[in-house]
């Protein structure tokens, strides 16, 4: 069964979802606009987070699975899904969710085999940064990491009595 958008569509196969485009795309190229309309503070399975404490229902982009080599990134600053490589006709989309989920609702096993494989999608405050500076980060998920840096960096001389 397919959804049909005008350049995306929906693909189901035994209950599960994935989002196939029906163009090809080039690196670097805006795919399409985040649906923004309904807003909320709390994150679910068809939200991306856009703010600290803000996510968005996505509508037909919550079929986007994880990957940890994704062909699209999720900008939340513009509001935008943009390539981050070319991407031919018929090919699932897929980016990497801790780019804007500082903390999952709904955290689970990734399965993708690859070499850079996290392992657990529960959010970027579970990564260390050697893996997350290897990806888009939105600025909110870099703002987060700047927060916890800094925390650490106050409990440690809390320890040392200064």
Same mark, same amino acid.
């Given at each position: 069964?397919?959804?049909?958008?005008? #350049?995306?569509?929906?693909?189901?196969? %035994?209950?599960? #979802? =994935?989002?196939?485009?029906? +163009?090809?795309?080039?690196? @670097?190229?805006?795919?399409?606009?985040?649906?923004?309309? %309904?807003?909320?503070?709390?994150?679910? #399975?068809?939200?991306? +987070?856009?703010?600290?404490?803000?996510?968005?229902?996505? @509508?037909?982009?919550?079929?986007? %699975?994880? =990957?940890?080599?994704? %062909?699209?990134?999720?900008?939340?600053? /513009?509001?935008?899904?943009?390539?981050?490589?070319?991407?031919?006709? @018929?090919?699932?989309?897929?980016?990497?969710?801790?780019?804007?989920?500082?903390?999952? +609702?709904?955290?689970?096993?990734?399965?993708? &085999? =690859?070499?850079?494989?996290?392992?657990?999608?529960? @959010?970027?405050?579970?990564?260390?940064?050697?893996?997350?500076?290897? /990806?888009?980060?939105?600025?909110?998920? #870099?703002?987060?990491?700047?927060?916890?840096?800094?925390?650490?960096?106050? /409990?440690?001389?809390?320890? +040392? &009595?200064?």
């Amino acid at each position: 069964m397919v959804s049909v958008m005008e #350049r995306l569509a929906i693909r189901t196969e %035994n209950k599960f #979802r =994935s989002l196939i485009t029906k +163009q090809a795309y080039k690196k @670097g190229e805006v795919m399409c606009i985040i649906p923004s309309e %309904n807003i909320m503070d709390k994150p679910n #399975r068809f939200t991306v +987070q856009i703010a600290k404490d803000k996510h968005t229902h996505v @509508g037909k982009l919550a079929a986007l %699975n994880h =990957s940890c080599n994704p %062909n699209v990134i999720l900008d939340t600053e /513009h509001m935008v899904m943009i390539a981050c490589r070319d991407i031919e006709k @018929g090919e699932e989309l897929s980016f990497f969710y801790p780019a804007t989920e500082w903390e999952m +609702q709904a955290p689970f096993i990734c399965l993708c &085999g =690859s070499a850079n494989c996290i392992h657990v999608v529960a @959010g970027a405050r579970f990564l260390p940064l050697s893996t997350l500076e290897n /990806h888009y980060l939105s600025k909110h998920i #870099r703002e987060e990491m700047i927060e916890l840096l800094n925390g650490t960096k106050s /409990h440690l001389e809390k320890l +040392q &009595g200064n």
